[in-house]
Nanobody, 120 residues
Framework: VQLVESGGGLVQPGGSLSLSCAAS????????MGWYRQAPGKQRESVATITSRASTNYADSVKGRFTISRDNAKNTVYLQMNSLKPEDTAVYYC???????????????WGQGTQVTVSS
């Protein structure tokens, strides 16, 4: 199973960016998907998660600014980021809980990370 992220880059404060993450490979199903971020010198933190039934959860710091969504047919999760702030600068990682076979065990998979920089 591979998670391939796209999007990210440099944006001015107040701007918007969109991230996407597509899962590929052989598996039975994907449960929760989400976005995490890690800023220099800080621990990785959860930004937003979404279950297979589209129930979402957001970090307080991004509520009202970020929107997570997913397309189950495409095995893809998205993160729309609006009103970006310098403190949103970090490497953003995609995560998926994947059931790889009919035994039903779930495994964690991570994307390679994509840099988001918010600066004027």
């Amino acid at each position: 199973v591979q998670l391939v992220e796209s999007g990210g880059g440099l944006v001015q404060p107040g701007g918007s960016l969109s991230l996407s993450c597509a899962a590929s490979g052989s598996f039975e199903m994907i449960n929760a998907m989400g976005w995490y971020r890690q800023a220099p010198g800080k621990q990785r933190e959860s930004v937003a998660t979404i279950t297979s039934r589209a129930s979402t959860n957001y970090a307080d710091s991004v509520k009202g600014r970020f929107t997570i969504s997913r397309d189950n047919a495409k095995n893809t999760v998205y993160l729309q980021m609006n009103s970006l702030k310098p403190e949103d600068t970090a490497v953003y990682y995609c995560h998926a809980g994947v059931v790889v076979d009919d035994l039903g065990y779930e495994y964690d998979y991570w994307g390679q990370g994509t840099q988001v920089t918010v600066s004027s």
